[in-house]
């Protein structure tokens, strides 16, 4: 599955790790919104989450060492989104 599947797909949760400041001024439909820090401190309520999830942040950076210890925590289905915007772009909008 590619990356605009794996977005689009129903099961996935969209996980923007900025933190709530950057959330607020701009944000992909449908994400929720956990900082990095939220997730070092507390993988466990990603593990609860309907996978697959997809990390996205401002460049990459912070959704790569989300996956990275996620990964690490065991959790199976996490994939780096990269930036906020990409996965803006790849999203498809649901009819009005």
């Known amino acids: 599955m590619n990356l605009k599947e794996l977005i689009n797909h129903p099961k996935t949760t969209l996980v923007d790790v900025r933190e709530p400041w950057e959330y607020a001024m701009g944000h992909v439909e449908g994400s929720v919104?956990?900082?990095?820090?939220?997730?070092?401190?507390?993988?466990?309520?990603?593990?609860?989450?309907?996978?697959?999830?997809?990390?996205?942040?401002q460049s990459g950076n912070r959704s790569g060492m989300a996956q990275a210890?996620?990964?690490?925590?065991?959790?199976?289905?996490?994939?780096?989104?990269?930036?906020?915007?990409?996965?803006?772009?790849?999203?498809?909008?649901?009819?009005?």
Not at 42 to 55: H, T
Not at 70 to 78: D, F, I, M, S
Request: contains cysteine; glycine residues 6%; charged residues 15%.
């Open 33 to 57: 919104n956990i900082p990095l820090n939220d997730i070092l401190t507390r993988p466990d309520a990603l593990q609860q989450m309907s996978a697959p999830l997809v990390l996205f942040c």
């Open 69 to 96: 210890f996620l990964q690490a925590q065991g959790v199976k289905e996490v994939y780096n989104g990269g930036s906020w915007h990409t996965i803006a772009s790849l999203k498809v909008k649901k009819a009005a």
